[in-house]
């Protein structure tokens, strides 16, 4: 496997500003070699394969188990595993005897269990499955929704704090270096919008048809429902059904609710919210809903969050998150070609030239001047753009002329934690406050009217 070059890291770090930690921890894990890590997954879907893709880019892995109830799926990682990294890979249909097996009875023996579980499993499977891992004495990297419910995911949070193991939530951006910049050094830093007024953020999809799979790879009806799921539909589209998952605002929005708070640094005051089943007529959950949300920033201010997610409509621009203030916006994306910086007009030109002096910022092209008329002279003219400073998300660590993978970062930082060398950027406690806005909004549809939170909204 070919490791990253020392000069795409440093060219990398030398603009990165806080990315710089991550780079960091990349050599570094590099650089380990003796500190091998015992890992397994549970769950190899959509989002476990895209984790895998990640974990297999990083040196000093042993990777020990998979876990799933589809048989195709974990061969395919059996073999793959094999053939790649020359490593023998056991598989599992339980979760409990994968644990049992994999570590419980080694420790026991004195032999090395697991240092770490990735799970990416339907929401309603994650609490069962985190606690068992940890009180097993196993570190978890577990994917988002904490859980489906409230009283799931706090048991993940005391089930971390009594054994005292790592818990990540794979609430990604956490600790993605684009992110972190724009946090750190943009809007606290610098603060470059003046007051923060308002945030925008949506996740606009188009309609789907629901997911299905060839007769030969159903599961048998008595795995399916020793295993929760009513039938096969169900099982492949958990994400619509309560008990199983808790509707698109959960799953979309779990990520970008998270971020308002995070940039804001603060917890949200009140929020409304509105949502129902407009198209998708034989489904559990709201397909479209949206939020106002408040919040007391770091300013000390007030500042009021429209948040959106609509699965009928792809238009209005993908997915992202605004900041907006008196004197600029941030716009940030997961998807990089999203991401924009406003000047407003009236900003201070003079602060703004010295941003991109030095080199906090740069500047795009100027915006075309209107052909039209313009309709009425209260209509504010078009804004200068600006841009994030390039380079600041890590290469490929097996392909230095490619970017790394969007969750390479957040996979990293919960190693290097295992191995001491960092601190998670998004632990089950501090992933429970953040979720506690995607777990009201729910309730607020449901009350028809403004909820406010509380203390115990937010701690375990
Ligand atoms: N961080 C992100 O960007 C992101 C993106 C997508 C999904 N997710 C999260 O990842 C998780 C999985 O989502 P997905 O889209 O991959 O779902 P999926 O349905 O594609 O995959 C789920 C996998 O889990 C397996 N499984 C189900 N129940 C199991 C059990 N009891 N034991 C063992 N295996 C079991 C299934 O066989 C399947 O392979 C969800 O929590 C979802 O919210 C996160």
Redesign the pocket.
């Known amino acids: 496997m070919n490791a990253i070059t020392r000069r795409s890291f440093l060219k990398t770090a030398a603009v990165a500003g806080s990315g710089l930690v991550f780079g960091a921890n990349l050599v570094r894990a590099q650089q380990n070699k003796d500190e091998v890590l015992d890992i397994a997954l ?7 394969r ?1 984790l895998f893709e990640s974990i297999m880019k990083l040196p000093n892995l042993r990777f020990r188990a998979i ?4 048989p195709a ?1 974990r061969r395919y990682v059996r073999l793959w595993v094999k053939k790649t990294l020359k490593q023998d890979v056991t598989e599992y249909v339980d ?1 409990n005897e994968m644990i049992a097996k994999e570590h419980t009875e080694n420790v026991k023996n004195g032999k090395k269990g697991l240092d770490g579980v990735f799970i ?4 309603f ?2 609490s069962p499955m985190t606690c068992a891992c940890l009180e097993a004495g196993i570190n978890v990297y577990c ?3 904490m859980s489906d419910t409230k009283e799931g995911a706090r048991k993940m949070v005391k089930a971390m704090q009594k054994s005292g193991k790592l818990l990540q939530i ?1 609430h ?1 951006r956490k600790s993605n270096p684009r992110y972190i910049y724009a946090r750190e050094k943009l809007i606290k830093g610098a603060e470059i919008c003046g007051q923060l007024t308002n945030a925008n953020g949506q996740w606009n999809r188009a309609v789907t048809t629901d997911l299905t799979c060839p007769k030969k790879l159903e599961l048998p009806k008595e795995v399916l429902e020793k ?2 799921y009513k039938d096969m539909h169900q ?2 589209n ?1 994400r619509w059904y309560k008990g199983l998952g808790r509707g698109p605002i959960s ?1 979309l929005g779990a ?1 970008q609710m998270d971020i308002f708070g995070w940039f804001f640094d603060a917890r949200p005051k009140s929020i409304m919210a509105s949502g129902s089943v407009d198209f998708y007529k034989d489904k559990d959950w709201y397909d479209n809903v949206m939020c106002i949300i408040q919040y007391d920033t770091f300013q000390k201010r007030n500042a009021r969050v429209f948040y959106q997610v609509l699965t009928t409509t792809s238009a209005g621009g993908g997915y992202f998150e605004q900041f907006m203030g008196t004197d600029g916006a941030v716009k940030m994306s997961e998807n990089p070609a999203l991401t924009k910086i406003y000047k407003e007009n009236g900003a201070d030109k003079a602060k703004w030239d010295s941003y991109v002096a030095n080199g906090l910022i740069q500047k795009s092209a100027d915006p075309a001047p209107s052909k039209t008329a313009i309709a009425d002279a209260r209509e504010s003219k078009a804004l200068d753009t600006y841009a994030m400073p390039d380079n600041l998300f890590p290469t490929d660590p097996t392909d230095p002329s490619k970017s790394a993978p969007i ?1 390479l970062p957040h996979v990293l930082n919960f190693l290097d934690s295992i191995r001491g060398k960092a601190k998670l950027t998004c632990d089950g406690a501090h992933a429970f406050e953040a979720e506690a806005a995607v777990f009201k909004a729910v309730d607020a549809i449901e009350a028809k009217k403004e909820l406010y939170f509380e203390e115990s909204d937010f701690v375990a």
């Open positions: 549970i769950g190899f879907g959509a989002q476990g895209v876990c799933d109830l589809r799926q979760f990416a499993t339907p929401d499977w994650h994917e988002k929704m794979g990604q295993y929760g099982f492949l958990w799953d990520h969750h």
